[in-house]
């Protein structure tokens, strides 16, 4: 049997498993990588071609090895046994438990499998307690702070949780799905290093639970800790080490993980969807702009990774489109914190910054721990200028997640606003440490530094170098260096960069007051040199405009013209007795 129908076999069962201990989430992932496995071309009917997408944007980009005999090129594949059912024990008990549950009756589930000893009953009773106490710690929170307050609320069912959890693991009694629920437990009490050891275990005994595989991602905040991990080679090993490498910034690492999973999951709406999230993190606005048309084209009713497209249209200012998006997910579900922030980044365009604040806020109202919301709230704050309002939001995001930089980012702006730029400073530097390669971030630096209260100018320049080294699309750093070695009169190294400046305007065909600058500067610089020719073409340049620099330009030609036409024949002695 060949590798794909391997985890075509493997994934089916993992579905009804996943399903049956009511992980959904994790049993929806299955169900879409299921669907998105390559399909014998010999095996294709009529009604099985829904998904044989033969223009896929990813297959585009990526060439891949058709004939890999294995899931991932490289790593031998180790099948995992299945695990055993026991649906004979306590079946008719276990389905009203599983109604209750789905009902969202969880204290009432957990009663009816209080006497129930089965592996799937024990699980379902545990995990039903423990979203029993998640549901009555939400409660609290509205109640005592409101739907978007901090509280010290805590799940109650924890302490118990963590007691028998602890005993059967020690006994040898647990399954991979306890050993899940005890790393949950164990993360949500703050004793990491066990909650990695218990979900590193859980994992290595049932891969396929990508729920699990998540959870330990979230434990991973170093590739120290990631590399120390001891994981079985297991296809859905590279699935958790392309999405580890992502959440670290490892980007191109990333994506060559996703482009070896491609040779068996060709047609994975969720590798089109990560790609184009390492491909936004590069900046590549036009690739991911292409994969989520596609996405939609495919999956038109998707509202999942919805909100970094609007983004995207944000950036590129593309009104028409980003109107059409937040329509489109306003029909398909306008209660998903995703519609609420596409709809958001809408009113934001068209400049309604109070209106989009009231759509972030409800994104944040049906979870609280939406990390985009609270950023680009932060930024709307900014735009209405509320430092204070802007300054809290960003914090909640930073809150969430230390690792976003666009938070850090945003509260070096807040505070750079306030006339604090030491503070600013501070939030900047953490942002690049994050985010090394984003111009935008040194160019911020960058300004601060120049600021009136520090005139950090040699740090400036430092700031713009790297900014310029990062593929400056705003073409901002060349242009300030230019300046910034004009003002501290080393005109050698101004002259370069205003010729490079130049060099980039005439290239991206730009003009306005930069090249004018450019020109002008140039001009001056070679009269200076004594190099009449290259000062002369610059001033040539110049007549064509109609400002003062027009006159500035003749003045320069006279003054280089009168030397060259008054030197003395070589006949006349230039210092006569």
Not at 248 to 257: A, D, W, Y
Not at 342 to 368: D, M, P, T
Not at 400 to 429: T, V
């Amino acid at each position: 049997m060949n590798s794909k129908e391997n985890c075509r076999n493997e994934l089916r069962t993992a579905i009804r498993q996943l399903s049956d201990r009511c992980l959904y989430s994790a049993s929806k992932w299955a169900a879409e990588q299921l669907v998105g496995i390559e399909q014998d071309p010999a095996k294709f009917t009529p009604s099985n071609t829904r998904f044989q997408r033969g223009s896929s944007s990813i297959r585009r980009r990526f060439h891949t090895n058709e004939s890999c005999s294995t899931p991932i090129a490289g790593i031998s594949y180790v099948s995992t046994p299945v695990m055993e059912e026991d649906e004979v024990v306590d079946g008719d008990f276990y389905l009203l438990a599983k109604s209750y549950f789905d009902c969202r009756e969880y204290k009432r589930a957990a009663h009816v499998l209080r006497e129930q000893n089965g592996k799937k009953s024990v699980f379902l009773r545990q995990y039903a307690l423990y979203l029993a106490g998640e549901k009555r710690k939400e409660e609290e929170v509205v109640e005592l702070e409101g739907s978007l307050g901090k509280s010290d609320a805590v799940n109650q069912e924890l302490v118990s949780l963590e007691r028998e959890l602890s005993t059967l693991r020690k006994k040898g009694m647990i399954d991979p799905f306890g050993l899940y629920l005890y790393g949950l437990v164990l993360k949500q009490k703050g004793s990491e290093n066990l909650a990695r050891t218990a979900l590193m275990e859980s994992v290595n005994s049932y891969p396929w639970n990508w729920s699990a595989w998540l959870e330990l991602q979230s434990l991973c905040t170093t590739i120290d800790i990631l590399n120390s991990l001891n994981l079985n080679n297991h296809w859905m090993k590279d699935f958790f080490l392309a999405y580890a490498y992502q959440e670290l910034r490892m980007h191109n690492e990333s994506l060559v993980k996703y482009e070896n999973l491609q040779a068996t999951f060709g047609f994975s709406n969720y590798i089109q969807a990560q790609v184009a999230k390492a491909q936004y993190s590069l900046r590549e606005f036009d690739q991911v702009e292409a994969i989520f048309e596609e996405l939609l084209r495919n999956d038109p009713y998707r509202v999942e990774d919805m909100d970094m497209y609007s983004n995207v249209l944000y950036a590129k200012e593309c009104f028409s489109a980003l109107s059409y998006l937040a329509h489109r997910v306003f029909m398909t579900d306008k209660y998903r914190p995703e519609s609420c922030c596409i709809i958001g980044n809408y009113y934001s365009l068209k400049g309604q910054h109070e209106k989009s604040v009231v759509y972030f806020r409800r994104a944040l109202k049906l979870n609280k721990n939406y990390l985009s919301a609270w950023t680009l709230m932060g930024h709307e704050f900014v735009e209405m200028k509320n430092i204070p309002a802007a300054i809290d939001a960003y914090r909640r995001a930073v809150d969430i997640n230390s690792c976003d930089y666009r938070a850090w980012y945003g509260l070096g702006q807040a505070y750079e606003m306030m006339g604090m730029p030491f503070y600013a400073l501070h939030y900047f530097k953490k942002s690049v440490f994050l985010q090394p390669n984003d111009s935008r971030l040194w160019i911020a630096m960058a300004q601060c530094y120049e600021s009136e209260q520090l005139r950090m100018l040699e740090e400036a320049i430092k700031c713009y170098r790297r900014a310029a080294s990062c593929n400056d699309r705003e073409a901002i750093a060349l242009h300030q260096l230019a300046k910034l070695h004009s003002e501290l009169r080393q005109s050698e190294e101004a002259a370069f960069y205003y010729k490079k400046d130049l060099e980039r305007m005439e290239a991206e065909e730009r003009e306005g007051p930069n090249m004018v600058e450019a020109l002008l500067f140039l001009a001056t610089y070679y009269k200076a040199q004594k190099k009449f020719d290259e000062a002369e073409v610059y001033c040539t340049r110049l007549l064509d405009y109609t400002g003062p620099e027009k006159e500035t330009a003749k003045d320069l030609l006279r003054g280089m013209r009168l030397p060259q036409s008054s030197f003395p024949s070589m006949d006349v002695e230039l210092f006569p007795p």
